[in-house]
């Protein structure tokens, strides 16, 4: 399975920085998890095979640019762009921002090929499919309605925790896999910020270490994702300082196999 944080921000010469703005990742460039930096980073051979995008939860930097997405793609959609999500978040991006308001109700309208986005509506804590892959999504702790998911293709399987403070049913379906390649688990502040994090439900290094207790997996790498831009560097050392075999920071616009 090839996995690919998009990067969000760029340098002077055009090369992704280390800092992560938004959430975007892509799956064998079929899938996306989330669609924060979806409309800023794609090439133009994923820009024609994404179609398929699940929605975690509807906070801004993991729906950023997906309106400006679909927008991007409107005329030249033969098949509908498919909003895979909770039917609770499936409300909230129709009441929020798909709204006409901020942006068009995609979901009622047409190109000359048919409807532009559609809504698959996601059940929890049983398989379903997505393009070539079986996903299964579980609740995880957040302030909004929000799913941790586990991938697979058959051979791979790949978790992502999304945004996400302690919690229990993710790592019961993650300890319930038979082999897990690989985690993608967030750790946004820095341990100083905890009182920030528990209230924002984020993890901190220090908690993602306890957090990480549960796991009964050993061997996969644990990828560590969404670290607040401004306290990266502080982060990093603070993850570093766990000393947990296999741990290390996701860099955006590198492809990653498993
Ligand atoms: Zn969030
Ligand atoms: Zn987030």
């Known amino acids: 399975m090839r996995v690919e944080l998009l990067p969000s921000t760029f340098d002077d010469q055009g090369v992704a920085t280390l800092e992560q703005r938004l959430t975007c990742f892509l799956i064998d460039d079929l899938v996306a998890v989330d669609a924060g930096s979806i409309a800023i980073a794609l090439n133009n051979e994923q820009r024609n095979s994404i179609r398929d995008i699940i929605v ?9 640019s997906l309106p400006i997405f679909i927008d991007d793609l409107y005329p030249l959609l033969q098949e509908p762009m498919r909003v895979h999500a909770t039917p609770e978040v499936i409300d909230l991006l129709e009441r929020d921002v798909f709204n006409w308001n901020v942006y068009p109700r995609f979901s009622e309208l047409k190109n000359d090929y048919g409807p532009v986005m559609e809504y698959v509506p996601i059940p929890v804590g049983r398989p379903f499919s997505v393009a070539h892959l079986s996903v299964v999504a579980v609740p995880v702790n957040h302030i909004v309605p929000t799913v941790g998911l586990v991938v697979s293709d058959g051979k791979t399987s790949v978790a992502f925790s999304s945004d996400t403070a302690e919690t229990e049913e993710f790592w019961k379906l993650v300890n319930e896999i038979k082999q897990l390649d690989a985690l993608l688990i967030e750790a946004s502040f820095p341990n100083g910020m905890a009182k920030l994090a528990e209230v924002s439900r984020h993890f901190t290094p ?8 549960k ?22 050392k603070q993850l570093e300082e766990l000393r947990i075999p296999k741990l290390s920071v996701m860099e955006p616009g590198k492809v990653y196999n498993w």
């Open 215 to 236: 796991l009964t997996h050993n061997g996969m790498d644990i990828m560590a994702v969404h670290l607040k831009p401004t306290y990266r560097d502080e982060i990093v």
């Open 56 to 64: 975690t939860h509807p906070h801004m930097d993991h729906i950023a």
């Open 206 to 213: 220090a908690s993602l270490g306890q957090e990480l207790k």
